[in-house]
């Protein structure tokens, strides 16, 4: 990263140091208070072999864990967690430095299945203890949700076969306190909760890459929303390193999310 960064928006611009991008974020609490964090190609690809991962570069994984270091709890749906195989959680310093702001040490991690089909042999479920949460639906079949019990903390919340994002981050405010959520995916999670008008912002890097495939999924997968309900966002910010892009939208189309 010793490439300087240019910060294009808002004016005015000029060079940065890559490391101050979004060090000091300060997110607004509310209930929750809901960001994305997402990464794509210039075609729109939201994978690249089957993950995200290797989608962004260094600069982009470090800005994922500077949001997260920013919230009460980061979320992600257990397709993705099959595919990345990464814990939600963040490093050393930054962990420091969310005590020293009041926060506790690591965000909850928060898992959401309906199918109860999560990899129990990763790290996330050996390291996470008490920060990480399974919320399951009135779907998933009561033995998926005896083996995740052994390994961490369960909750189920009305859905068929998904839970319902309504339900879930309700259940998050009212018995774990969060007040700001990172959504790292997957698409189907994602359209979910821009559909219910949960959605607050969107921090997305764009890759200066072209995958193709047309079963590659884009970071909102599900049906097409309807034209009076089209989500729609305002440009907050816009850093560029390399040819990387790193931009902060706010979604528009609501008076908030309160439920």
């Known amino acids: 990263m010793r490439e300087p960064a240019l910060r294009l928006y808002p004016a005015p611009g000029g060079e940065v140091d890559p490391g101050s991008i979004y060090a000091d974020l300060d997110l607004p609490a509310g209930d929750p208070y809901l960001v994305f964090t997402m990464v794509s190609t210039v075609d729109g690809k939201a994978a690249q072999g ?32 099959r595919a990345e195989g990464v814990d939600l959680g963040v490093p050393e310093e930054m962990a420091r ?34 920060d990480l949460l399974v919320i399951v639906s009135e779907a998933t079949p009561e033995e998926k949700v005896r083996e995740i019990s052994r390994r961490t903390t369960v909750r189920r919340v009305a859905g068929d076969p998904e839970p319902e994002v309504q339900e879930v981050v309700g259940l998050l405010r009212r018995e774990f306190g969060v007040r700001r959520l990172a959504v790292e995916g997957g ?17 997305l890097t ?49 008076e908030g999310n309160s439920l």
């Open 187 to 203: 698409p189907r999670l994602n359209h979910s909760l821009v559909a219910a008008g949960l959605a607050d912002e969107l921090f």
């Open 97 to 130: 430095k969310r005590v020293s702001s009041g926060l506790r040490e690591q965000p909850l991690q928060v898992i959401v299945t309906g199918s109860g089909e999560l990899p129990l042999e990763r790290r996330i479920f050996r390291e996470a203890g008490d």
């Open 50 to 81: 089957g993950r995200a991962n290797p989608i962004g570069s260094d600069l982009d994984h470090l800005l994922m864990r500077r949001i997260r270091s920013a919230v009460d709890a980061v979320m992600s749906g257990a397709g993705t967690l």
């Open 206 to 254: 764009l890759a200066p890459k072209v995958i193709g495939g047309s079963s590659v999924p884009t970071i909102v997968a599900g049906e097409e929303l309807p034209e009076d309900e089209v989500a729609r966002l305002r440009l907050l910010s816009v850093y560029l390193q390399g040819s990387e892009l790193y931009l902060r939208y706010r979604f528009t189309g609501g």
